[in-house]
């Protein structure tokens, strides 16, 4: 998969592009770029996934952050794995058909990013 850089566009204007499971997962080399364009609060592990933590002050205040994230997965078609209790929401983002890393996963990390700052 070859992915170009430095066009300007924010990914976050991009669209997530259906994965056909054709392609390799990004390598290392490839997601070092790309985490430069999403909130530093992102972690990528074992080269396989994105993960980000978000604290809330209750229950509901998560709740309510997982629903209007889970409405941006829908809307965008790509769907994003939430772990959530009492003031924590964990959102873990790969791309299931390929069991790893895509550019799509890092718009959906953007697009989250700048709901956050909308």
């Known amino acids: 998969m070859t992915v ?5 566009m924010g990914l976050y204007k991009k669209k997530c592009i259906p ?6 997962p990004l390598n290392d080399d490839e997601i070092k770029p790309l985490m430069l364009e999403i909130d530093s609060d992102w972690r990528v592990l074992n080269s396989h996934h994105l993960k980000r933590e978000f ?5 509901q205040k998560a709740l309510d952050f997982v629903n209007v994230v889970g ?6 078609g790509h769907h994003a794995n939430f772990e959530f209790g009492w003031g ?5 983002i790969w791309t299931h058909k390929i069991d ?3 550019e799509s996963d890092f718009i959906l990390a953007s697009i989250i990013d ?3 700052k909308d």
């Open 114 to 116: 700048q709901s956050l």
């Open 100 to 102: 790893g890393l895509t």
């Open 88 to 92: 924590f929401v964990i959102i873990l």
């Open 19 to 24: 994965c056909e499971g054709n392609t390799p």
């Open 55 to 59: 604290k809330f002050d209750d229950f």
């Open 4 to 8: 170009i850089y430095g066009d300007n």
């Open 71 to 76: 409405e941006i997965c829908e809307n965008t």
